[in-house]
């Protein structure tokens, strides 16, 4: 099987490094943008398996990040899942009209994180 | 017809027998000297009917009295009215008739003539003497009784005085000895005595004593106005003679002599208007009363109710104002003065609210040191006739009452136009100032509104934030400690190993405090949104299970589900009632040391019945209520503390309201629990059920 390749964008250094640690661990391929603008434009030129995205970014946060990739041609078919902290009513149902697949809570269980993006590698498959 | 017989007239005339006796009388002027008998008239000028049988008693018997003849008994007494005469002398009854009818108050009946008393006979020519025999056989035939009713109704008031008024030769001399009393009275007391606009005394007393001057040839009079209590001082210093109204108290008997009560007044309480219905003394227990200073009413409530509390006024109309001015609660007093002092003061805004069990009783009292006196006045106040003394109460009473009626009439049209105009004036005011008021709040509210959307905005904001700023270093936290516990980043030893576990408890007890707090401030704040969806809802209680099995494992404790065929789906937010779920299946796990914990899950027709049951340290009684209020952990009186928020049961029921379900607990002390909650089921049908009920 091909490495998967997986673009996660990601303010927080820590997370990003956390996270970029237990995918690599599963011999996933990561690429790392730290803004949305940066996502875009890794999203197009790397074309990841599997978008995984912060909603809380500075500048242009997921949700548009999300409009626009689903607007895109070019990155429209990655699944997009989000990793955020549900904190108020409505995050779910926002985080789905975005155009996200999925999503992901923050913070992240260690545990099952890596089954969890396997899921929805496996949906994408699936298509 | 009416002729007393004499000598000179048997020349002319045959006398029948005599059919009334009238005593002859001397009547002088009030202000003039006193004619105890004819014997005083010596010296005087006397008036006298012409042609009167009179005239030529006086000449033969005193001839030093000087005769002036009149055509009448009207002109003769018209005469002393005057001054032309100093005295008149003839038949009581036409004199006292006289004096009444054309009203001439200054004169006075005085002593009686020794000279025997008229007898009327009729006369008749004495050559008629068939006729004379003939009204003789008539006048006989007048019975005894008949002449009495006649009596009666002519000349009966003053035959009373006379024939009752029997005093001893020591009274007798007494009067001599005291033509003047001074009276003493109450300037302010309504209808009974007090002293008018004009300053005149007057009222029923002033009645009762130009009727006692009358009847014992006496001059009482009244003193100049004082209060009552120095009225009473006077009488006991000796310048004070004789009250007409006064009520017997025990105080008073040590100075005074009574006659018998020969009026009573009853004793009220007056309050404000909104004072309740006062029935009993004890209800002014402890209440300020007002009472008039020496007054009956002031001795009876000193010695009956020593335990009210006292505000002692100098007359009726200071008393009522202490109720108006609120100085005292009530005052008591006498219903006539009560009623006459408001009419006249124009006082409102008092009511009798009660009657006490006293009355005013009103004597005549003299000083105790005049017996003599005190025997003279009973014997005069029995010589009142009913009559009489009716009038005299009829006049001042019903003055009274009249005015009371009157006034009290005009107060309750003038009270109810008060109050109606009151009651508009405040209504008004008081709609203006709920208008106002109202404006202010609406105001406030609108104000309060935008502060509270302003707030919960902020509150909101607040909260996304905390979320997220307290989630992002827990993230960190969370998953190195996984990466590390999971020997991602290399081996560890079994120290370092149960170090880190530590750590991971408790970042996922911080978590869940997290959570809890975020659930409860978004519930309160009706940020949770209820998405309902249809569900398998073994499968959920599956997930839950294996998701909390590694948990019941580590303590050794059984966990399994049992869920009745006919369970399916379920329309709900899944999420939230996995949420139910884990949350009492945590807490089964947590508060259970032996045995294990069991999820069964039963269809109910109307609703799914979810209990989890574990055999743990279960719940007293008393504390069963607090359960499910939020910080409310169970001091289970142990050492031990079990690790939660307290808030895991109270989120649960807040969710299961807003889910149409309930929640309850079943259980016994040292016998395990039973948390069971409900859900809603939908009639309706959906097949879109979830692949991942993500619990």
Same mark, same amino acid.
């Given at each position: ?127 | 017809?009416?002729? %007393? ?109 020794? !000279? ?48 009752? $008024? ?66 009473? +001082? ?6 004070? &003679? ?27 309480? =007056? ?43 100098? &007359? ?6 202490? =109720? ?94 008060? #109050?109606?105009?009151?009651? =508009? ?14 404006? !202010? ?43 590390? #516990? ?11 190993? !149960? ?16 959570? &809890? ?66 949350? #009492? ?11 294990? =914990? ?14 989890? %049951? ?6 007293? &009684? ?10 409310? +952990? ?14 895991? #049961? ?5 969710? $299961? ?39």
């Amino acid at each position: 099987m091909r490495q998967k390749k997986i673009l996660v964008v990601e303010d927080n250094e820590q997370n990003l490094y956390l996270i970029t640690f237990l995918l690599e661990k599963e011999q996933f391929s990561v690429v790392q943008a730290r803004n949305g603008q940066e996502g875009l434009e890794m999203a197009t030129s790397e074309q990841p398996d599997l978008i995984l995205l912060d909603i809380q970014l500075p500048m242009m946060d997921g949700y548009e990040v999300a409009r626009r990739l689903k607007e895109s041609r070019d990155t429209q078919s990655i699944p997009i899942v989000a990793v955020t902290s549900y904190a108020m009513a409505g995050d779910r149902e926002a985080v789905l009209a975005a155009g996200c697949e999925g999503y992901i809570e923050k913070p992240i269980d260690p545990d099952r994180f890596v089954e969890q993006v396997k899921g929805f590698l496996r949906i994408k498959n699936d298509d | 017809m009416d002729i %007393t017989p004499a000598k000179d007239r048997e020349a002319f005339f045959h006398f029948t027998l005599p059919y009334l006796t009238i005593p002859h009388v001397i009547v002088g002027r009030r202000d003039g000297p006193h004619f105890k008998s004819e014997k005083d008239l010596k010296g005087k000028t006397v008036a006298l009917e012409r042609g009167y049988y009179n005239i030529p008693y006086f000449r033969k018997n005193y001839p030093e009295v000087t005769i002036k003849e009149y055509n009448s008994t009207s002109e003769a007494l018209g005469a002393v009215a005057s001054g032309e005469a100093d005295a008149y002398a003839g038949n009581r009854a036409v004199a006292t008739y006289l004096i009444e009818r054309e009203l001439i108050p200054n004169l006075r009946l005085m002593g009686r003539m020794d !000279k025997p008393p008229v007898v009327l006979t009729v006369g008749v020519r004495k050559d008629w003497p068939v006729l004379a025999k003939l009204l003789d056989r008539a006048l006989g035939a007048i019975t005894r009784d008949e002449v009495r009713g006649i009596h009666r109704k002519w000349l009966e008031a003053m035959e009373d005085v006379t024939t009752s $008024l029997d005093l001893t030769s020591e009274e007798r001399a007494w009067l001599r000895d005291h033509p003047v009393l001074r009276l003493g009275y109450d300037p302010d007391w309504p209808p009974v005595e007090y002293v008018d606009k004009e300053g005149r005394f007057v009222g029923m007393s002033a009645d009762f004593m130009r009727r006692l001057n009358t009847i014992i040839g006496i001059d009482i009079k009244p003193t100049k106005p004082q209060s009552w209590q120095t009225t009473l +001082q006077e009488m006991k210093k000796g310048s004070v &003679d004789i009250l007409f109204s006064a009520t017997r108290t025990p105080q008073r008997e040590s100075f005074l002599l009574f006659s018998a009560p020969y009026l009573r007044f009853p004793m009220v309480i =007056v309050t404000d208007q909104v004072a309740p219905y006062i029935g009993d003394m004890k209800d002014l227990q402890g209440k300020k009363v007002a009472v008039v200073k020496g007054y009956a009413s002031h001795d009876i409530l000193k010695n009956k109710h020593p335990d009210l509390n006292l505000l002692l006024v100098d &007359d009726v109309t200071e008393g009522l104002n202490a =109720v108006v001015r609120k100085k005292a609660y009530a005052f008591i007093g006498s219903l006539a003065a009560i009623s006459h002092v408001l009419g006249r003061e124009g006082i409102s805004g008092v009511k009798v609210s009660g009657e006490t069990p006293y009355s005013y009783e009103l004597s005549v009292a003299v000083p105790k040191d005049q017996p003599v006196l005190a025997g003279i006045i009973q014997k005069a106040l029995n010589a009142i006739n009913e009559e009489d003394r009716n009038e005299i109460f009829k006049r001042w009473i019903s003055v009274t009452y009249e005015r009371k009626f009157d006034y009290q009439l005009l107060w309750k049209i003038l009270l109810a136009v008060i #109050l109606i105009f009151s009651a =508009v004036f405040y209504w008004n005011r008081r709609l203006s100032r709920e208008i106002n008021l109202r404006r !202010k709040i609406e105001g406030e509210l609108v104000e309060a509104k935008e502060a509270a959307e302003s707030a919960n905005r902020v509150k909101s904001a607040f909260l996304a934030s905390m979320s997220h700023e307290l989630r992002t270093p827990l993230n960190s936290i969370i998953g190195f400690t996984g990466i590390i #516990l999971n020997e991602l980043a290399g081996p560890l030893n079994l120290e370092q190993k !149960k170090q880190l576990k530590m750590v991971k408890g408790s970042s996922h007890h911080l978590l869940n405090l997290i959570n &809890d707090v975020l659930d409860i401030s978004k519930i309160e704040a009706g940020e949770v949104e209820i998405t309902k969806e249809a569900f398998s809802m073994p499968q959920a209680v599956d997930q839950v299970v294996e998701s909390l099995r590694p948990l019941a494992e580590q303590k050794g404790l059984s966990l399994y589900a049992k869920i009745d065929p006919d369970v399916d789906l379920v329309v709900s937010d899944e999420r939230r009632v996995c949420q139910i779920l884990i949350n #009492l299946a945590n807490n089964a796990i947590k508060f259970t040391e032996k045995g294990g =914990v069991r999820i069964a899950c039963q269809d109910r027709e109307t609703n799914i019945e979810v209990r989890v %049951t574990d055999t743990g340290i279960g719940i007293r &009684d008393e504390d069963k209520g607090k359960l499910f209020k939020p910080f409310q +952990q169970l001091d289970m009186g142990t050492a031990r503390r079990y690790e939660g928020t307290g808030l895991g #049961l109270s989120v649960c029921r807040r969710i $299961l309201d807003l889910l149409g379900g309930r929640i309850w607990v079943e259980s016994q002390l040292g016998e395990g629990s039973t948390f069971a909650f409900t859900l809603p089921l939908k009639s309706e049908e959906t097949n879109e059920t979830k692949e991942d009920p993500g619990c």
